[in-house]
């Protein structure tokens, strides 16, 4: 009889527990599930983690929290805009620019006059009467010389004056270790001449060896090829990307002054732009915009602005000299 009397007093002990604990849930609250929108419906949900999209949980958040999250929804992208990746070049693919150095010319004091002179004179006068130098003169060199200086000259321009003189005559100016000779230009000994780096005044004939650092050899060799040397030489290392050139003083400093130009940072000057489609076909788009632009072979911005597709990434790759004409694409492209 005890017994029977502590279990119904239990069964009574934990009714009442889970009567006090539905009395404490928000289910428990009528209001609450009547009027779900309600200000105690959503501290109520706050409390349960009720609510996973992005506006309700701007809703439910704070408004410090608020103020701190509000550019989230922001930094996407909207579904019918491309994500770019835009990378503007200095549209810089020539080197324009001074070189650093430059002088105006010195004056001098000599002044040369020869009207229909022997070559081998004006050898004499120039190398050995007013320089003082060693000299010897191939028997095949022949010719005339007409020249009168209007301004006066240097002693370092005589060399270079004469070299033009019998480049003019079919002859070159070599120097050796002690004196100078004068050959006919197909003689001219190219093994017997020591390579160098640096183009050294005064010596006549050289061979140069330039270091190419942007520009492939063999694109500087067509580059090069209107003006490379009558008599002298252009050969290519194309593994070490570097040019072998032989010629008068002259020819070496505007070959070299061409390769100043044309040796410049290429990628730092383009202009490359990624757009990631999400409404529209990689190759629908490409199509679309060689027919404002041009190809790669037609129309007046030809070769200035080429359009590539990446179908994996369902993308438009835009490059071109001018960042205008990505700036121009990128409107299209959004349009």
Same mark, same amino acid.
């Given at each position: ?117 022997? #070559?081998? *004179?004006? &050898?004499?006068?120039?190398?050995? =009467?007013? /320089? %003082?130098?060693?000299? @010897? ?117 505007? #070959?070299? *002054?061409? &390769?100043?130009?044309?040796?410049? =940072?290429? /990628? %730092?000057?383009?202009? @490359? ?63």
């Amino acid at each position: 009889m005890k017994t029977e009397r502590y279990f119904n007093l239990s069964c009574l002990i934990v009714c009442c527990f889970f009567l006090s604990a539905c009395t404490l849930t928000p289910g428990g609250n009528r209001t609450t599930l009547d009027n779900p929108w309600s200000p105690r419906a959503d501290s109520a949900q706050q409390a349960e983690g009720v609510g996973n999209d992005s506006n309700t949980n701007m809703r439910q958040r704070s408004p410090e929290s608020a103020r701190r999250y509000a550019g989230e929804a922001q930094a996407q992208p909207a579904a019918t805009q491309p994500v770019v990746e835009v990378y503007e070049g200095n549209d810089v693919l020539i080197n324009l620019s001074q070189k650093e150095g430059e002088s105006p010319p010195a004056e001098g004091d000599i002044t040369l006059t020869f009207q229909g002179a022997d #070559i081998a *004179e004006v &050898v004499k006068t120039i190398l050995g =009467d007013i /320089l %003082q130098l060693n000299y @010897v003169i191939d028997d095949n060199v022949r010719g005339t010389v007409h020249l009168k200086t209007s301004r006066p000259l240097t002693l370092d321009e005589l060399v270079p004056t004469l070299e033009t003189l019998l480049h003019i005559n079919g002859a070159v100016l070599l120097k050796t270790q002690n004196f100078y000779e004068i050959r006919t230009s197909d003689s001219a000994p190219g093994g017997s001449i020591m390579p160098g780096s640096r183009l050294k005044a005064g010596k006549g004939y050289q061979v140069l060896i330039m270091p190419l650092r942007y520009i492939a050899s063999s694109e500087m060799l067509k580059i090069l090829e209107p003006i490379k040397p009558r008599q002298g030489l252009i050969e290519v290392d194309s593994r070490r990307n570097l040019m072998i050139v032989a010629g008068t003083s002259e020819e070496l400093t505007n #070959i070299r *002054e061409t &390769v100043r130009i044309f040796d410049v =940072d290429q /990628l %730092q000057g383009m202009s @490359v732009g990624l757009f990631r489609l999400q409404s529209s076909e990689a190759e629908v788009m490409l199509d679309e915009l060689e027919a404002i632009f041009g190809d790669s072979a037609d129309g007046p911005l030809a070769g200035l602005v080429r359009f590539v597709s990446i179908e994996r990434l369902n993308a438009v790759l835009v490059i071109t000299p001018q960042k205008k004409y990505l700036r121009d694409a990128r409107v299209w492209i959004n349009r």
